[in-house]
């Protein structure tokens, strides 16, 4: 169901950055539900905005995205 895959995805999002869920729920949320933007947003302490933005010039991939 979709709660088991948003709880799910805020696991994820906890497990890649070592933030609360709340803090997980919270980027989740800015970056409409996207993992890869909420990790990536976290991580670099960025808006969702400039994490898309990070995503899309590295092709995807968060490592690189977190190097940009």
Same mark, same amino acid.
């Given at each position: 169901?979709?709660?088991?895959?948003?709880?799910?995805?805020?696991? %994820? @999002?906890?497990?890649?950055?070592?933030?609360?869920?709340?803090? !997980?729920? &919270?980027? =989740?949320?800015? #970056?409409? $539900?996207?993992?890869?933007?909420? %990790? @990536?947003?976290?991580?670099?302490?960025?808006?969702?905005?400039? !994490?898309? &933005?990070? =995503?899309?010039? #590295?092709? $995807?991939?968060?490592?690189?995205?977190? @190097?940009?």
């Amino acid at each position: 169901t979709n709660t088991k895959l948003r709880a799910r995805v805020r696991r %994820i @999002v906890c497990q890649a950055t070592g933030a609360s869920p709340e803090q !997980a729920e &919270a980027a =989740l949320a800015d #970056a409409d $539900g996207e993992a890869k933007v909420a %990790i @990536v947003a976290l991580l670099a302490d960025l808006d969702a905005a400039s !994490a898309r &933005a990070r =995503l899309e010039t #590295a092709g $995807g991939d968060i490592r690189k995205a977190l @190097v940009v």
